[in-house]
T-cell receptor
Framework: SQELEQSPQSLIVQEGKNLTINCTSS?????LYWYKQKYGEGLIFLMM?????EEKSHEKITAKLDEKKQQSSLHITASQPSHAGIYLC??????????FGKGTKLTVNP | DAGVIQSPRHEVTEMGQEVTLRCKPI?????LFWYRQTMMRGLELLIY????????DSGMPEDRFSAKMPNASFSTLKIQPSEPRDSAVYFC?????????????FGPGTRLTVL
C-alpha cells in the first residue's frame, strides 16, 4: 500500500513563477526528507524536517512540516530552469527506514 | 570528501546471468541502504545494514537477491539468476546511523538492463 502520497505528479511552470509540492502521510512521521533528482543521477539531499510546525529554507526553496507531522510542503519562489528535476519526499516511519513518494516532475520553461 | 561510490554505473546482461553491484559508503557512516527505482513502483528500500549487520531485508524481492557487507567500506548486491523484470536503477545510500533519523546520502546509481 502507498503510505506516502505526493502531488502533483508533474508540474510545468514558467520561469519566475512560484510553485508548491505536497507530501502526505497517513501516519505520524519521525522525520520528513526532501530530495531532488535529475535524470540519470542520484538523489541530492535538500532538507530534513523533524519537529511539528518546523520550517526550513535554503536559497529559494522552503519546506514545512505540519503540526501533526503528517503533511509537508515544498515551496519554490521565483522558479528558475535550474530548479527543474524530480522532487521526492521521503518519510521516516522508523528511525532508519525511509518510504518515498512517487516524485513530482518539475519543468521550468524559460 | 568523496560521496557514496557505486559501480558499475551501467550494466547490461542477459537473462539468467549473475549480476553484482558494488557500493562504497561515505567514510564514517555506519548505516548502508540498497534501493531499487522503477517507473512503476518508484524508489523502494531493499535492505539496510547497520555496523555491517543486515537489520531489515524485508524489501528483498526474492531469494535471487542477496546482499553482503563484509566490512565498513564495502557492500555488494547480487542477483542470481537475473530476469528482465529486475531491470531498474539500483541506488546505494549511507548515513551516520546514530539511532535517530539521519540524512541518507545517495550514490549515483547503477542502471541495470536485463535482456
Amino acid at each position: 500500500s502507498q503510505e506516502l502520497e505526493q502531488s502533483p505528479q508533474s508540474l510545468i511552470v514558467q520561469e519566475g513563477k512560484n510553485l508548491t509540492i505536497n507530501c502526505t502521510s497517513s501516519k505520524t512521521l519521525y522525520g520528513l526528507y526532501w530530495y531532488k533528482q535529475k535524470y540519470g543521477e542520484g538523489l541530492i539531499f535538500l532538507m530534513m524536517l523533524q519537529k511539528g510546525g518546523e520550517e526550513k529554507s535554503h536559497e529559494k526553496i522552503t519546506a514545512k512540516l505540519d503540526e501533526k507531522k503528517q503533511q509537508s510542503s515544498l515551496h519554490i519562489t521565483a522558479s528558475q530552469p535550474s530548479h527543474a528535476g524530480i522532487y521526492l519526499c521521503g518519510a521516516a516511519l522508523t528511525f532508519e527506514k525511509l518510504v518515498f513518494g512517487k516524485g513530482t516532475k518539475l519543468t521550468v520553461n524559460p | 570528501d568523496a560521496g557514496v561510490i557505486q559501480s558499475p554505473r551501467h550494466e547490461v546482461t542477459e537473462m539468467g546471468q549473475e549480476v553484482t553491484l558494488r557500493c562504497k559508503p561515505i567514510s564514517g557512516h555506519n548505516s548502508l541502504f540498497w534501493y531499487r527505482q522503477t517507473m512503476m513502483r518508484g524508489l523502494e528500500l531493499l535492505i539496510y545494514f547497520n555496523n555491517n549487520v543486515p537489520i531489515d531485508d524485508s524489501g528483498m524481492p526474492e531469494d535471487r537477491f542477496s546482499a553482503k557487507m563484509p566490512n565498513a567500506s564495502f557492500s555488494t548486491l547480487k542477483i542470481q539468476p537475473s530476469e528482465p523484470r529486475d531491470s531498474a536503477v539500483y541506488f546505494c545510500a549511507s548515513s551516520l546511523g546514530g539511532g535517530h533519523p539521519d540524512t541518507q546520502y545517495f550514490g549515483p546509481g547503477t542502471r541495470l538492463t536485463v535482456l
